[in-house]
Protein backbone atom coordinates (compact mmCIF):
# COMPACT_ATOMS: atom_id res chain seq x y z
CA UNK A 1 0.00 0.00 0.00
CA UNK A 2 2.76 2.18 0.44
CA UNK A 3 4.71 1.74 -2.69
CA UNK A 4 1.52 3.11 -5.00
CA UNK A 5 1.26 6.39 -2.26
CA UNK A 6 5.02 7.11 -2.84
CA UNK A 7 4.33 6.73 -6.88
CA UNK A 8 1.58 9.08 -6.36
CA UNK A 9 3.66 11.87 -4.11
CA UNK A 10 6.33 11.36 -6.97
CA UNK A 11 3.90 12.04 -9.41
CA UNK A 12 2.43 14.78 -8.21
CA UNK A 13 5.47 16.30 -7.31
CA UNK A 14 6.61 16.02 -10.82
CA UNK A 15 3.68 17.75 -11.68
CA UNK A 16 3.95 20.49 -9.57
CA UNK A 17 7.62 21.08 -11.07
CA UNK A 18 6.53 21.03 -14.75
CA UNK A 19 3.63 23.27 -13.87
CA UNK A 20 6.10 25.76 -12.10
CA UNK A 21 8.57 25.84 -15.32
CA UNK A 22 6.26 25.30 -17.62
CA UNK A 23 5.21 28.09 -20.33
CA UNK A 24 2.00 29.68 -20.03
CA UNK A 25 2.61 32.40 -22.66
CA UNK A 26 0.13 32.26 -25.46
CA UNK A 27 1.41 31.26 -28.97
CA UNK A 28 2.00 34.14 -31.30
CA UNK A 29 2.79 34.33 -34.82
CA UNK A 30 3.29 37.75 -37.27
CA UNK A 31 2.94 38.23 -40.85
CA UNK A 32 4.48 40.62 -42.91
CA UNK A 33 3.75 42.05 -46.22
CA UNK A 34 6.60 42.85 -48.67
CA UNK A 35 9.14 45.77 -48.41
CA UNK A 36 7.79 47.74 -51.47
CA UNK A 37 4.20 47.77 -49.84
CA UNK A 38 5.62 48.45 -46.31
CA UNK A 39 7.82 51.54 -48.24
CA UNK A 40 4.53 52.84 -50.22
CA UNK A 41 2.69 52.84 -46.77
CA UNK A 42 5.07 54.55 -44.84
CA UNK A 43 5.55 57.53 -48.07
CA UNK A 44 1.35 57.88 -47.24
CA UNK A 45 1.74 58.01 -43.62
CA UNK A 46 4.98 60.52 -43.75
CA UNK A 47 2.73 62.89 -46.03
CA UNK A 48 -0.28 62.37 -43.99
CA UNK A 49 1.73 63.77 -40.93
CA UNK A 50 3.40 66.89 -42.51
CA UNK A 51 0.34 67.71 -43.76
CA UNK A 52 -1.89 67.52 -40.77
CA UNK A 53 1.33 69.06 -38.56
CA UNK A 54 1.97 72.15 -40.81
CA UNK A 55 -1.86 73.22 -40.34
CA UNK A 56 -4.59 74.60 -42.09
CA UNK A 57 -2.64 77.22 -44.55
CA UNK A 58 -2.89 80.97 -44.59
CA UNK A 59 -5.89 83.12 -45.46
CA UNK A 60 -5.24 84.66 -48.79
CA UNK A 61 -4.63 88.46 -48.88
CA UNK A 62 -6.64 88.92 -52.19
CA UNK A 63 -10.34 86.94 -50.61
CA UNK A 64 -9.89 89.74 -48.14
CA UNK A 65 -9.58 92.05 -50.60
CA UNK A 66 -12.51 90.88 -52.50
CA UNK A 67 -14.62 90.60 -49.65
CA UNK A 68 -13.75 94.34 -48.90
CA UNK A 69 -15.20 94.50 -53.09
CA UNK A 70 -18.04 92.99 -52.63
CA UNK A 71 -19.29 95.34 -49.44
CA UNK A 72 -18.79 98.61 -51.62
CA UNK A 73 -20.68 96.54 -54.44
CA UNK A 74 -23.23 96.18 -51.74
CA UNK A 75 -23.33 99.96 -50.63
CA UNK A 76 -23.82 100.92 -53.67
CA UNK A 77 -26.91 98.62 -53.93
CA UNK A 78 -28.49 99.64 -50.92
CA UNK A 79 -27.69 103.53 -51.87
CA UNK A 80 -29.62 102.61 -55.18
CA UNK A 81 -32.67 101.18 -53.65
CA UNK A 82 -32.87 103.82 -51.00
CA UNK A 83 -32.90 106.52 -53.93
CA UNK A 84 -36.51 105.49 -55.14
CA UNK A 85 -37.74 106.40 -51.44
CA UNK A 86 -35.81 108.77 -50.71
CA UNK A 87 -35.06 112.26 -52.91
CA UNK A 88 -32.53 113.48 -51.18
CA UNK A 89 -30.65 110.16 -52.27
CA UNK A 90 -32.16 110.28 -55.81
CA UNK A 91 -30.65 114.42 -56.10
CA UNK A 92 -27.53 112.56 -55.63
CA UNK A 93 -27.84 110.70 -58.84
CA UNK A 94 -28.48 113.96 -60.50
CA UNK A 95 -25.97 116.32 -58.71
CA UNK A 96 -23.31 115.24 -61.60
CA UNK A 97 -25.58 116.69 -64.66
CA UNK A 98 -27.01 119.49 -62.57
CA UNK A 99 -23.88 120.83 -61.57
CA UNK A 100 -22.02 120.38 -64.70
CA UNK A 101 -25.13 121.83 -66.73
CA UNK A 102 -26.67 124.78 -65.06
CA UNK A 103 -23.63 126.78 -65.37
CA UNK A 104 -23.56 126.87 -69.04
CA UNK A 105 -26.94 127.65 -69.33
CA UNK A 106 -26.14 130.81 -67.14
CA UNK A 107 -23.30 131.47 -69.29
CA UNK A 108 -25.66 131.34 -71.99
CA UNK A 109 -27.82 133.83 -70.75
CA UNK A 110 -25.11 136.15 -69.79
CA UNK A 111 -23.70 135.99 -73.30
CA UNK A 112 -26.98 136.57 -74.72
CA UNK A 113 -27.93 139.81 -72.28
CA UNK A 114 -24.41 141.28 -73.23
CA UNK A 115 -25.49 140.75 -76.72
CA UNK A 116 -28.30 143.06 -76.18
CA UNK A 117 -26.68 145.65 -74.39
CA UNK A 118 -24.04 145.98 -77.11
CA UNK A 119 -26.66 145.93 -79.77
CA UNK A 120 -28.96 148.85 -77.61
CA UNK A 121 -25.77 150.74 -77.16
CA UNK A 122 -24.57 150.39 -80.93
CA UNK A 123 -28.18 151.75 -81.88
CA UNK A 124 -28.23 154.65 -79.54
CA UNK A 125 -24.85 155.64 -80.99
CA UNK A 126 -26.38 155.91 -84.18
CA UNK A 127 -29.45 157.66 -82.97
CA UNK A 128 -32.36 154.77 -83.61
CA UNK A 129 -34.84 155.60 -81.33
CA UNK A 130 -37.56 153.34 -79.77
CA UNK A 131 -37.65 150.60 -77.36
CA UNK A 132 -35.98 147.29 -78.05
CA UNK A 133 -37.13 144.31 -76.75
CA UNK A 134 -35.33 142.64 -74.33
CA UNK A 135 -33.25 139.54 -74.32
CA UNK A 136 -35.31 136.50 -75.30
CA UNK A 137 -34.50 133.46 -72.87
CA UNK A 138 -37.12 130.90 -73.82
CA UNK A 139 -34.51 128.65 -75.81
CA UNK A 140 -32.46 128.35 -72.98
CA UNK A 141 -34.70 128.38 -70.59
CA UNK A 142 -36.25 124.99 -72.58
CA UNK A 143 -32.77 123.52 -73.07
CA UNK A 144 -32.30 123.48 -69.78
CA UNK A 145 -35.96 122.40 -68.67
CA UNK A 146 -35.30 119.15 -71.58
CA UNK A 147 -31.71 118.23 -69.90
CA UNK A 148 -32.91 118.56 -66.14
CA UNK A 149 -35.65 116.09 -67.26
CA UNK A 150 -33.37 113.78 -69.25
CA UNK A 151 -30.92 113.98 -65.92
CA UNK A 152 -33.99 112.61 -64.04
CA UNK A 153 -34.09 109.84 -66.12
CA UNK A 154 -30.80 109.61 -66.07
CA UNK A 155 -30.48 109.48 -62.39
CA UNK A 156 -32.90 106.67 -61.98
CA UNK A 157 -31.39 104.40 -64.88
CA UNK A 158 -28.15 105.23 -62.42
CA UNK A 159 -29.81 104.05 -59.35
CA UNK A 160 -31.34 101.26 -60.92
CA UNK A 161 -28.08 99.82 -62.07
CA UNK A 162 -26.52 100.43 -58.42
CA UNK A 163 -29.28 98.61 -56.83
CA UNK A 164 -27.94 95.56 -59.41
CA UNK A 165 -24.93 96.29 -58.44
CA UNK A 166 -25.54 95.62 -54.64
CA UNK A 167 -27.51 92.09 -55.44
CA UNK A 168 -24.22 90.89 -57.02
CA UNK A 169 -21.63 92.24 -54.06
CA UNK A 170 -24.43 90.48 -52.06
CA UNK A 171 -24.05 87.63 -53.53
CA UNK A 172 -20.39 87.59 -53.77
CA UNK A 173 -20.54 88.61 -49.86
CA UNK A 174 -22.42 85.28 -49.36
CA UNK A 175 -20.67 83.16 -51.13
CA UNK A 176 -16.97 83.88 -49.62
CA UNK A 177 -18.82 84.26 -46.31
CA UNK A 178 -19.99 80.57 -46.76
CA UNK A 179 -16.31 79.73 -48.09
CA UNK A 180 -14.53 81.42 -44.94
CA UNK A 181 -17.30 78.81 -42.57
CA UNK A 182 -16.96 75.82 -44.45
CA UNK A 183 -12.73 76.34 -44.64
CA UNK A 184 -11.57 74.53 -41.19
CA UNK A 185 -14.27 71.91 -41.98
CA UNK A 186 -13.45 71.22 -45.57
CA UNK A 187 -9.70 71.28 -44.01
CA UNK A 188 -10.69 68.68 -41.03
CA UNK A 189 -11.82 66.72 -43.80
CA UNK A 190 -9.02 66.62 -46.36
CA UNK A 191 -6.65 65.79 -42.95
CA UNK A 192 -8.59 62.87 -42.04
CA UNK A 193 -9.11 61.59 -45.86
CA UNK A 194 -5.06 61.56 -45.63
CA UNK A 195 -4.63 59.83 -42.62
CA UNK A 196 -7.93 57.07 -43.33
CA UNK A 197 -5.63 56.48 -46.61
CA UNK A 198 -2.34 56.60 -44.83
CA UNK A 199 -3.17 54.33 -41.86
CA UNK A 200 -5.89 51.83 -44.01
CA UNK A 201 -3.28 48.58 -44.11
CA UNK A 202 -0.91 47.50 -41.43
CA UNK A 203 2.40 46.55 -41.92
CA UNK A 204 2.15 43.54 -39.90
CA UNK A 205 -0.17 41.26 -38.30
CA UNK A 206 0.09 39.41 -35.11
CA UNK A 207 -2.14 36.47 -34.40
CA UNK A 208 -2.41 34.85 -30.18
CA UNK A 209 -3.61 31.64 -30.22
CA UNK A 210 -3.36 29.06 -26.74
CA UNK A 211 0.09 27.16 -26.61
CA UNK A 212 -0.08 23.39 -26.85
CA UNK A 213 2.55 22.81 -24.67
CA UNK A 214 0.70 25.34 -21.92
CA UNK A 215 1.08 23.54 -18.75
CA UNK A 216 -1.92 24.53 -17.55
CA UNK A 217 -3.39 24.91 -14.11
CA UNK A 218 -1.33 23.74 -11.47
CA UNK A 219 -4.18 21.30 -9.56
CA UNK A 220 -4.40 19.78 -12.95
CA UNK A 221 -1.00 19.10 -13.53
CA UNK A 222 -0.35 17.71 -9.83
CA UNK A 223 -3.47 15.52 -10.60
CA UNK A 224 -2.05 14.23 -13.81
CA UNK A 225 1.30 13.08 -12.25
CA UNK A 226 -0.07 11.51 -9.51
CA UNK A 227 -1.95 9.54 -11.68
CA UNK A 228 0.87 8.89 -13.79
CA UNK A 229 2.61 7.80 -10.49
CA UNK A 230 0.40 5.38 -9.90
CA UNK A 231 0.41 3.57 -12.97
CA UNK A 232 4.43 2.86 -12.27
CA UNK A 233 3.16 1.25 -8.90
CA UNK A 234 3.67 -2.75 -8.25
CA UNK A 235 0.86 -4.37 -10.79
CA UNK A 236 -1.89 -6.19 -7.81
CA UNK A 237 -2.01 -9.95 -8.15
CA UNK A 238 -3.73 -12.19 -10.05
CA UNK A 239 -4.97 -16.09 -9.12
CA UNK A 240 -3.05 -18.32 -10.40
CA UNK A 241 -4.50 -20.45 -13.27
CA UNK A 242 -4.42 -24.35 -12.47
CA UNK A 243 -2.43 -26.60 -14.44
CA UNK A 244 -4.48 -28.23 -16.98
CA UNK A 245 -5.98 -31.22 -15.57
CA UNK A 246 -3.86 -34.51 -15.80
CA UNK A 247 -5.35 -37.06 -17.53
CA UNK A 248 -6.70 -40.07 -15.88
CA UNK A 249 -4.88 -43.20 -14.94
CA UNK A 250 -5.34 -45.95 -12.68
CA UNK A 251 -1.73 -46.10 -10.71
CA UNK A 252 -0.16 -44.64 -13.00
CA UNK A 253 -0.90 -46.95 -15.69
CA UNK A 254 -2.79 -45.47 -18.67
CA UNK A 255 -4.33 -47.96 -20.55
CA UNK A 256 -4.09 -47.37 -24.44
CA UNK A 257 -7.12 -46.17 -26.43
CA UNK A 258 -9.53 -48.18 -27.95
CA UNK A 259 -9.05 -48.21 -31.58
CA UNK A 260 -11.40 -50.94 -32.52
CA UNK A 261 -14.09 -48.54 -33.72
CA UNK A 262 -12.31 -46.99 -36.56
CA UNK A 263 -12.86 -48.86 -39.97
CA UNK A 264 -10.10 -51.25 -40.66
CA UNK A 265 -9.44 -52.15 -37.40
CA UNK A 266 -12.66 -54.41 -36.18
CA UNK A 267 -12.03 -57.76 -35.72
CA UNK A 268 -13.36 -60.02 -38.56
CA UNK A 269 -15.64 -62.44 -37.23
CA UNK A 270 -15.53 -65.04 -39.81
CA UNK A 271 -11.70 -65.37 -38.97
CA UNK A 272 -10.32 -69.36 -38.56
CA UNK A 273 -13.51 -70.45 -40.51
Known amino acids: MVAPLVM ?15 S ?6 TDSIDQASQNEIMYRRNLARGFVGQGMNQLDPSLLAAMQGYGGYADAGRMGLAAFTDPSQMAKFQAYGNETMNPIFDRQRAQLENSYRSRA ?19 INNAQTQFGIQNMDNAQKMAAMFANYGQFGLQGQQNLGQYFTERPMNWNQQAVGLLSNAYGGPL ?3 HSAPNPNDSGNMFQSMLGGAMTGLSFASPAKTAAVPAASAAM ?5 MPPPDQSWRPGNAPNPWAGY
Open 8 to 22: AGIGAGMGLLNNLFG
Open 121 to 139: AGAQAFGVRGQMMGPDYTD
Open 249 to 253: SYGGF
Open 204 to 206: STT
Open 24 to 29: HKPQVT
